[in-house]
């Protein structure tokens, strides 16, 4: 299974990307998808969470301003970010789960780098 994400890039504060992770494989549609991201020096830490049936979740700190999405037919998940802040900037990573499947599974992407400029 592999995880290719891509759509990160240096924006100005304010501004807004959309992120992109495509899955390959057959798991995409029964997993939960997740963006996290790391910032240097920093532990990766998750941003925003979807579930199978749609359910979303965010980090305090990008509610109001992110938004996930899945379209379950592309093996795509999305990240919209918008009214980005300079505390945005971090490598951001896609990321698929389903510890109650037999096995467990977690597969994590290669990482998008977003720069916000203040």
């Known amino acids: 299974v592999q995880l290719q994400a891509s759509g990160g890039g240096l924006v100005q504060a304010g501004g807004s990307l959309r992120l992109s992770c495509v899955g390959s494989?057959?798991?995409?549609?029964?997993?939960?998808m997740a963006w996290y991201r790391q910032a240097p020096g920093k532990q990766r830490v998750l941003v925003a969470h979807i579930s199978r049936d749609g359910a979303t979740r965010y980090a305090d700190s990008v509610k109001g301003r992110f938004t996930i999405s899945r379209d379950n037919a592309k093996n795509t998940v999305y990240l919209q970010m918008n009214s980005l802040k300079p505390e945005d900037t971090a490598v951001y990573y896609c990321h698929a789960a389903r510890t109650d499947w037999v096995p467990p599974y977690v597969y994590w992407g290669q990482g998008t780098q977003v720069t916000v400029s203040s």
């Open positions: 494989g057959s798991i995409f549609s029964r997993s939960d």
